[in-house]
């Protein structure tokens, strides 16, 4: 018997897909019937949204809950210190992220980071539970997961482990998807991914695109749109870089670059993440709203403080002189979108490169 939420549930994603399908989003007919056919809702029986700038619990007897799920916005479904860890993502970033793998009938697609597992049972449906395979670092995570998608009719296999060691067991691969963010791409998914094949991966705040070639490397662009991905993370870990506290030695010097820039430019927040990787910054602004401050600290204990035009900078590496050299690189590029970059990947080294596999842009790295 159907009961009125799972009615409310087929409209709800119908209408998503009407919406996805206006806008550009939605492309391809299959997709579309996966989207129609797999329902979210059983996936994330609980969720936090951002309100007011606090953290609301959003449980199934909420009475907006439903529509929630249904919305073209991501869910934090895991809490850690504080820091989400785990999420459902944003149906339309999935969708470009399904659309541009390219899937056929009879390939078979590892999936890196489970989480609620929606993701995998779009998967499932489109090609079959036995073409799947899908890892998820957190033990607990991956039991969930696996315990909705055979509510909802899908047994792809769910393995408890680290995506970045891939899965040789069911290797090789036709495609390879990742939903978390990485800085460089794992070089065991270039010996577990088909010749010819692809790899779709959140690679600092956008999504590559990567053919792998017979000798060995991968290569490809980034897709046009904004990718936001909680970074891959070692168990009980967020993947967030942890605050150094401010360093008691600094050196200081004055900057012609307006903190600002941060705040108003994504064009220009996703050149960094590749320029200056493994980084997380923070804003002060004034009661008028306008940025006055930018705080930045690095995985390797590097930190950095820009204010009133001048800057101050402390650890393994001058994060501040990273970004300034990134900005130059930007501007005088012509303030490039995602898609004008791409990725060259080797078992020895990862290259980014502007416009051409020949133009790399130099990383500030330690």
């Known amino acids: 018997m159907t009961t009125h939420t799972e009615e409310r549930a087929a409209e709800l994603r119908r209408a998503l897909a009407d919406t996805l399908e206006a806008d ?16 979210r809702h059983p996936f994330v029986p609980e969720f936090w949204t951002l309100a007011n700038g606090t953290q609301r619990l959003v449980p199934t007897a909420h009475p907006d809950w439903l529509d929630l799920v249904y919305a073209d916005d991501a869910l934090a479904t895991q809490m850690t210190d504080g820091v989400a860890t785990s999420s459902s993502t944003a149906p339309g970033l999935m969708l470009a992220m399904l659309q541009a793998l390219d899937v056929a009938d009879g390939n078979r697609v590892l999936e890196v980071a489970t989480g609620t597992g929606y993701n995998a049972a779009l998967l499932a449906q489109r090609l079959g539970s036995e073409q799947v395979v899908t890892v998820e670092i957190d033990p607990v995570l991956a039991r969930l997961a696996e315990s909705r998608l ?21 290797a090789p691969y036709d495609r390879l998807i990742a939903t978390c963010g990485f ?8 010996e577990q991914v088909k010749p010819g094949g692809l790899i779709v991966c959140p690679l600092g705040w956008g999504t590559v695109s990567l053919v792998v070639g017979y000798d060995g490397r991968a290569e490809g662009r980034f897709l046009p749109g904004g990718s936001y991905f909680m970074a891959v993370r070692d168990p009980g870990t967020t993947g967030m870089p942890v605050h150094p506290g401010r360093p008691s030695a600094t ?19 996703f050149v960094l993440s590749l320029a200056v990787p493994d980084t997380a910054f923070a804003f002060e602004r004034g009661d008028d709203g306008a940025v006055t401050a930018v705080e930045m600290w690095a995985v390797d204990g590097a930190w950095a403080r820009s ?35 791409g990725v060259t990947v080797t078992a020895q080294a990862q290259r980014i490169w502007l416009d051409a596999p ?7 790295q330690s």
Request: proline share 8%; net charge neutral.
């Open 251 to 269: 050196s200081g010097r004055l900057t012609a670059l307006d903190s600002a820039v941060f705040a108003e430019d994504d064009a220009f927040r």
């Open 24 to 39: 550009g989003q939605l492309t391809d007919p299959t997709w579309r019937k996966a989207f129609e056919t797999v329902p």
């Open 358 to 364: 020949s133009r790399s842009v130099p990383r500030g």
């Open 150 to 170: 055979r509510h909802c009719g899908y047994t792809p296999l769910v393995v408890a482990g680290d995506g970045r060691d891939g899965y040789p067991g069911r």
């Open 183 to 190: 800085s460089t791409i794992p070089t065991a998914w270039l």
């Open 307 to 341: 204010e009133d035009g001048a800057v101050r900078q402390a650890g393994p590496r001058l994060l501040w002189d990273a970004v300034e050299a990134a900005h130059t690189l930007y501007v005088e590029n012509g303030r490039p979108g995602r898609e004008r970059f």
